[in-house]
């Protein structure tokens, strides 16, 4: 990190493909988008990117653009946050549904929805033998930032670290003045 900067990590959405996997689920990643929030309840998504059209992950472009509001979500319940579409064989939905409970548990909860098998989840047709879900994107903390006017350089997917390393957001003002 060049020392006229402030790095901020932010845990990426694949992340839940990773676990899957490890229990034996594949995930299929359709789509990052926009996604309007309504009392704190997903809506719509509002824009889309497909992955399999974009090398550059659509969050980025939807952060850098203006796009969100991640203030009026997370202060009123009403706004745009990024979030990614993916589907999972029908028959994991329970374990799914077992998994995110425990990665809730450990601060890790970025899945806002899962669907029914074959059905469209809001609005989004779901393929046969599968099931929707909705991922909130890792990136949308540095939202705040370009909404408040401050020019952030992100990218998803950036690196690796140990998750002992990580902490929650409420400990940094904390863990800045040990530095000062």
Do not use: W
């Not at 594949?26 to 889309?48: A, C, H, Q, W, Y």
């Not at 994991?92 to 077992?98: G, T």
């Not at 990665?103 to 929805?113: E, F, N, Q, S, T």
């Amino acid at each position: 990190m060049p020392k006229d900067k402030i790095g901020i990590g932010t845990v990426c959405s694949i992340t839940l493909n990773g676990v899957l996997l490890k229990h034996g689920i594949p995930t299929n990643s359709r789509f990052g988008g926009l996604l309007e929030l309504s009392d704190k309840k997903p809506v719509r998504f509002v824009e889309i990117i497909m992955y399999d059209g974009t090398s550059i992950d659509p969050l980025e472009i939807f952060i850098r653009s203006g796009m969100t509001n991640y203030m009026g979500a997370i202060t009123t319940g009403n706004g745009r946050i990024g979030a990614s579409f993916r589907e999972f064989p029908a028959e994991s939905r329970e374990a799914v549904e077992q998994i995110a409970e425990k990665l809730a548990r450990v601060g890790l909860g970025g899945l806002m929805a899962i669907g029914k098998p074959g059905q469209n989840l809001l609005g989004i047709p779901v393929s046969e033998g599968r099931v929707g879900a909705i991922v909130i994107g890792g990136l949308n903390p540095v939202s705040i930032l370009e909404e408040n006017g401050v020019r952030a350089y992100s990218r998803a997917l950036g690196g690796l670290i140990d998750f002992c390393r990580l902490f929650r957001y409420e400990e940094m003002e904390t863990r800045i003045s040990d530095y000062f």
